[in-house]
């Protein structure tokens, strides 16, 4: 699709070029002819003042000056041709790259886009596909107990929930995507406290390094949920009881969070990866109590891109892993 696309805007991009060049050429092409004649009638008017009873020289003059004209003529002519096949090789080129690069967001967007609806899809399939095999199963057992009954029920349950996980967060990257959120100071110290505070008997494993006030502008609903986001990222591939360490600095106007965890680690070759919408840098690590979707970093990036900060993440396999922010301080003056 965007293959035709861009050669038909090649098309339209060199047909405009063409014209532009050939109604140049013309208006060229009338001028030097235009003042080629006249050159070549002032000479021939000089040859026959020069030669006023030489007739012999006055049809020299004129044959002359004809030849000459037609030449001159000629020689413009196959200059403009040479010149507009010039500019139709080095403009087509030319059009094709510009075509190209202008479509070029465009069709990142529309495989995005594409490819978001195709896990998307999977991912509510799975779930469903799940509730239909358990409830057929239930049904096609004529000696079904009760207590089997309510295992599948159960089990039913646990899927809806994941469903409703998945909606969820669908509904929040598409909520950031379109609504406009209000900025106003925000103390991150204190989103991250309350933040730790709600993991409950979890909360012992993290430790703040910080206490002091660290406003920054941001929307506090998002910021929490940011914070969130990490910490629940931390806490889920790290090794039961291990310390997370969170860090909370200030540097050329910017507030700086970063937050620590030992595990398994990310490879190289999938941090780039790592902040795209259902991406799993280990999919084995996806499964049980672990299962996760892949959008809490994609919300988090989105997130931080409307705060117009930056997310950065940096890992050692089987080592250290940390994902790091940066946000916009609201003042020094604030700050004291």
């Known amino acids: 699709m965007f293959k035709s696309a861009t050669i038909r805007l090649t098309g339209w991009y060199l047909s405009i070029l063409m014209l532009t060049s050939v109604i140049f050429s013309v208006a060229i092409y009338q001028t030097m002819s235009s003042e080629v004649s006249s050159r070549l009638e002032k000479f021939q008017n000089s040859l026959q003042n020069d030669n006023i009873l030489g007739l012999p020289m006055f049809r020299i003059g004129a044959n002359l000056r004809a030849a000459e004209e037609a030449k001159s003529q000629a020689n413009i002519a196959t200059g403009l041709v040479y010149v507009n096949l010039f500019v139709l090789v080095t403009g087509g080129i030319g059009s094709y790259l510009l075509a190209k690069r202008h479509l070029k967001p465009i069709e990142e967007a529309h495989e995005a886009q594409s490819r978001f609806t195709s896990d998307a899809s999977h991912e509510l399939r799975t779930p469903l596909a799940v509730m239909k095999a358990e409830l057929e199963v239930a049904l096609m057992d004529e000696n079904s107990t009760k207590e089997e009954l309510k295992n599948v029920l159960r089990s039913n349950i646990e899927e809806v929930d994941k469903l409703s996980k998945l909606a969820e967060m669908l509904l929040r990257l598409s909520k950031l995507e379109h609504e406009k959120i209000k900025f106003e100071p925000i103390d991150l110290n204190l989103i991250t406290k309350e933040t730790i505070k709600n ?55 910017l507030a700086k969070f970063e937050i620590s965890n030992t595990g398994k680690g990310i490879k190289a070759e999938k941090l780039p990866h790592i902040f ?3 991406y799993r840098a280990d999919n084995s690590r996806s499964n049980g109590h672990m299962k996760g979707y892949g959008l809490g970093l994609a919300l988090a990036k989105k997130i931080i891109e409307l705060h117009k900060g930056g997310l950065s993440v940096s890992s050692t396999p089987n080592e250290l892993t940390t994902f790091t922010f940066t946000l916009p301080l609201k003042s020094a003056k604030t700050q004291s």
């Open 199 to 253: 993991f409950g008997n979890l909360a012992k494993r993290i430790k703040l390094n910080n206490p002091n006030k660290t406003i920054v502008i941001g929307n506090e609903t998002s910021l929490a949920e940011l914070t969130k986001i990490l910490i629940d990222n931390a806490i889920l591939y790290s090794p039961k009881e291990s310390v997370i360490n969170i860090k909370i600095s200030k540097s050329n106007g």
């Open 276 to 278: 795209d919408r259902f």
